[in-house]
C-alpha cells in the first residue's frame, strides 16, 4: 500500500512537471516576446519538458508493473491503451516545436529571429498537446475505478 502511494505521487509529480513547462513553453513562444534570450529559454524549457515526459512514462510504468493491481489488471483494460495512444500523441507533438527550437537557436547570429509562421507552429503544437493532455485524466479515473477491463 506505501508503495503505490510513492508511485502514484510520483506519477502526479511528474504530471504536474510536464504541465509546468509546457504552459511555460506556450507562454514564452511568442512573436511580440521572441528575441535571443526567449530562444535560449525555449530550449531549457523543453530540455526539462522532454525529462518531465520521460518520467511521466517511467513512472506510469513503473505504476504498472509494480502497483497493487499489477500488471494482469492493466493489460486487458483498454482504457490503458487509450491512455497511452493519448500521451504517444502528446509526445509527438513536442517534436516539431523541439526540432524549431534548437535550429532557431542556432541560426541566430545568422538569420536574426524565426519566421512567425513557425513561431504560431511551434506555439500551436504545445497549445494541442497540453489541452490532449487535459484529457488523459478521464480514462484515468475509469481506469482507476475498474471500467474498461475486457477480462
Not at 482504457?79 to 541566430?108: C, D, E, G, M, N
Request: glycine residues 4%.
Amino acid at each position: 500500500m506505501i508503495l503505490e502511494s510513492f508511485l502514484a505521487y510520483f506519477h502526479l509529480i511528474a504530471i504536474f512537471a510536464w504541465i509546468v513547462f509546457a504552459v511555460s513553453q506556450a507562454a514564452v513562444c511568442h512573436l511580440e516576446w521572441m528575441n535571443e534570450a526567449a530562444l535560449k529559454r525555449l530550449v531549457r524549457l523543453d530540455t526539462i519538458l522532454w525529462t518531465a515526459t520521460a518520467s511521466v512514462a517511467l513512472a506510469g510504468l513503473a505504476r504498472v508493473i509494480f502497483g497493487m493491481k499489477g500488471v494482469q489488471f492493466y493489460a486487458l483494460d483498454w482504457l490503458l491503451y487509450t491512455k497511452i495512444a493519448l500521451f504517444l500523441i502528446v509526445a509527438s507533438l513536442q517534436v516539431v516545436p523541439s526540432r524549431h527550437y534548437r535550429r532557431w537557436l542556432k541560426a541566430f547570429p545568422q538569420q536574426g529571429l524565426p519566421a512567425d509562421d513557425e513561431v504560431r507552429s511551434a506555439r500551436r503544437n504545445i497549445m494541442i498537446a497540453t489541452h490532449l493532455m487535459a484529457i488523459i485524466p478521464l480514462p484515468a479515473v475509469f481506469l482507476a475505478r475498474g471500467f474498461g477491463y475486457l477480462g
